[in-house]
């Protein structure tokens, strides 16, 4: 389904991104930790709006307008953040096809920035710990090739590790076949010239 900007059909966002003979071979999730950060901030506002709110009630202050200015400063202040959050968390994600990386950021119902990245244009990809690696996540790290652009990070990202040992024999699968189709018939016709000169000898 898709709401403004906010695509919630991720099957549909990956197939759009992929040509006849092109298989997705992996798909990556943040893990539920970037949620629960995100999360902190908003929850602290609320608690905080509860108890100023309760606390001009039992004062007897006019109770039911502190009530409804809570409510219209929560929605205001507050909502945007955890749906923010929410969004970020459930709906980015990146997949790996057997020629690309597609990494889909989605921050909100009005904002979609999807990025697909080549297999050719990669020179490596590593991981970094968070937290100590006491939780099952880490940063990956894409190191493209010089003059190409920036390295990439995805932060929050599970078992990062085992994530990129996939891409990285992905990226080496393709570069293979590249190679076989580009000097595969040269290296054919070489053996050919090596086995006539051979037999002719």
Request: proline share 2%; aromatic share 14%; charged share 20%.
């Amino acid at each position: 389904m898709r709401i403004f900007a906010l695509e919630t059909d991720t099957e549909r966002l990956k197939r759009d991104f992929l040509y006849e003979g092109e298989r997705e071979v992996l798909m990556v999730r943040y893990h539920w930790f970037r949620f629960f950060l995100g999360t902190l901030m908003p929850v602290i506002f609320t608690i905080l709006i509860i108890a100023v709110v309760t606390g001009v009630w039992f004062a007897g202050l006019t109770g039911w307008i502190a009530i409804l200015a809570g409510i219209l400063v929560w929605f205001v202040a507050v909502f945007p953040s955890l749906l923010r959050s929410f969004i970020d968390w459930r709906y980015d994600f990146a997949f790996v096809t057997t020629d690309k990386v597609v990494l889909v950021d989605q921050s909100s119902l009005f904002r979609q920035r999807i990025t697909p990245i080549n297999m050719e244009n990669f020179a490596s990809v590593s991981t970094e710990t968070q937290f100590w690696n006491l939780l099952p996540f880490g940063t990956l790290r894409f190191h493209l090739k010089s003059g190409i652009g920036q390295d990439l990070f995805l932060t929050y990202i599970g078992r990062a590790d085992h994530v990129a040992a996939q891409i990285a024999n992905t990226v080496t699968e393709y570069q293979r076949r590249k190679d076989l189709r580009r000097y595969g018939d040269t290296s054919l016709a070489s053996d050919g010239v090596g086995e006539s000169e051979h037999n002719a000898a």
